[in-house]
């Protein structure tokens, strides 16, 4: 599975972003889809997930303002983020697995990363 990231950009705080996550080698509707950021100086943390049966679940720093998608026709995942702020500036990763059976939050359940797409916040 290859996963390709993109989307990302200078966004004006309070202002919307659409990165984009884009697979190959398997369908998206067969695995469990991730995004995941890294902050400047800081480690990589779990942003939301779109499980195989289509159940979503997000970090409690995102919850209300990001929503995860997918396109199965496109085999593509999207995350939508509105209402961004400075504190969400970070390379954003995309990530996969056939199923996620531990901890979602923890990089170990994932073995297929794409490279990242960064997002900037001005405030």
């Known amino acids: 599975v290859q996963l390709q990231a993109s989307g990302g950009g200078l966004v004006q705080a309070g202002g919307s972003l659409r990165v984009v996550c884009e697979a190959s080698g398997q369908t998206v509707g067969t695995l469990d889809m991730a995004w995941f950021r890294q902050a400047p100086r800081k480690v990589l943390d779990f942003v939301a997930i779109?499980?195989?049966?289509?159940?979503?679940y997000y970090a409690d720093s995102v919850k209300g303002r990001f929503t995860i998608s997918r396109d199965n026709a496109k085999n593509t995942v999207y995350l939508q983020m509105n209402s961004l702020e400075p504190e969400d500036t970070a390379v954003y990763y995309c990530?996969?697995?056939?199923?996620?059976?531990?901890?979602?939050?923890?990089?170990?359940?994932?073995?297929?990363w794409g490279q990242g797409t960064l997002v900037t916040v001005s405030s």
């Open positions: 779109v499980r195989r049966s289509g159940g979503t």
């Open positions: 990530a996969a697995d056939l199923y996620v059976s531990g901890d979602r939050t923890r990089t170990r359940e994932y073995k297929f």
